[in-house]
């Protein structure tokens, strides 16, 4: 049976004064990799004390997933459900909870690898990019594009309205706040996208792709703040990124992601709404 050699998850806080990493990653070396990145309510509501509530409900649904998954016999999407339902409990028992509006629910975006006998299954659930690397060097992205399109169409609007009314991209991104909480509640809905939130009723809508383990070498999976060294000119591809992190330069990608955006602080180059966000990967080799 295959089983993982060596195992590597790092994560970096984005930009912005005093911001809490919201990004949360748990490996069992035994069988399973969880990557949760988490994402605050657009109104900024938060309950829970000493940090936000998109850290807290990422950490804990990483880590209660992750549990689950130690018993073989119980299926990645049913494991998730059962987190997600227990984490969104508990979080709507916080005094105000009930009273908060859709946008204010802190939700997170999911990426599971599970290796099990011969075989290595990736789940996710919004928008993470997960790679599985293949001895004759091909590779397999795993990736819902859905919610970079909505997110997209606001970072040219964005552009559009700094452009015209010769403000910067940060005004922009307040000026516009409606069209990302348009966006947000698009979240779980037909039509729109599917992530993990308190309403859960995400989970049930997975992207899950099955390999068989005598042809990997190695998966990768990682949050959107992360692939943007893709899109930041660091490296080609997908592929071409987890490459680089299974091969133990994770360090240097980071560092050079890090360089680009500050070079690009004014977000004219690569349209986002913000310098750069919370980083997380988890990557795992086989033999």
């Not at 990426?111 to 789940?123: C, F, K, P």
Request: aromatic share 6%.
């Amino acid at each position: 049976m295959p089983h993982a050699t060596h195992s590597q998850t790092r994560t970096w806080t984005g930009s912005g004064a005093g911001r809490i990493n919201e990004d949360y990653a748990v490996i069992h070396d035994d069988g399973c990799a969880v990557l949760v990145d988490g994402a605050t309510g657009l109104t900024k509501a938060n309950l829970i004390a000493g940090e936000t509530d998109a850290s807290w409900y990422a950490r804990e649904l990483a880590e209660r997933t992750a549990a689950l998954l130690d018993d073989p016999t119980l299926p990645t999407a049913q494991a998730l459900r059962q987190a997600g339902t227990a984490v969104a409990d508990e979080y709507l028992r916080l005094p105000g909870a009930k009273q908060l509006r859709r946008e204010d629910l802190p939700n997170g975006s999911v990426a599971i690898l599970r290796w099990t006998s011969d075989e290595l299954e990736v789940t996710m659930l919004g928008d993470c990019t997960a790679v599985v690397m293949f001895a004759d060097g091909s590779a397999s992205v795993v990736h819902d594009a859905t919610l970079d399109e909505l997110d997209q169409q606001n970072y040219e609007r964005m552009f559009r309205y700094a452009t015209q009314n010769h403000a910067t991209m940060a005004a922009a991104r307040k000026a516009l706040n409606d069209r990302f909480i348009e966006n947000r509640l698009k979240m779980n809905e037909p039509g729109g996208y599917w992530a993990a939130d308190a309403t859960c009723r995400g989970f049930g809508h997975e992207l899950v792709e099955r390999f068989s383990l005598t042809q990997a070498t190695g998966a990768f999976a990682c949050s959107d703040g992360f692939v943007a060294a893709v899109e930041m000119g660091v490296l080609a591809d997908a592929p071409s990124l987890a490459q680089d992190v299974l091969a133990g330069r994770g360090e240097q990608v980071a560092a050079a992601l890090r360089a680009a955006e500050q070079a690009d602080a004014d977000l004219m180059r690569v349209h986002r709404s913000k310098i750069s966000d919370d980083a997380t990967y988890v990557a795992v080799s086989f033999t």
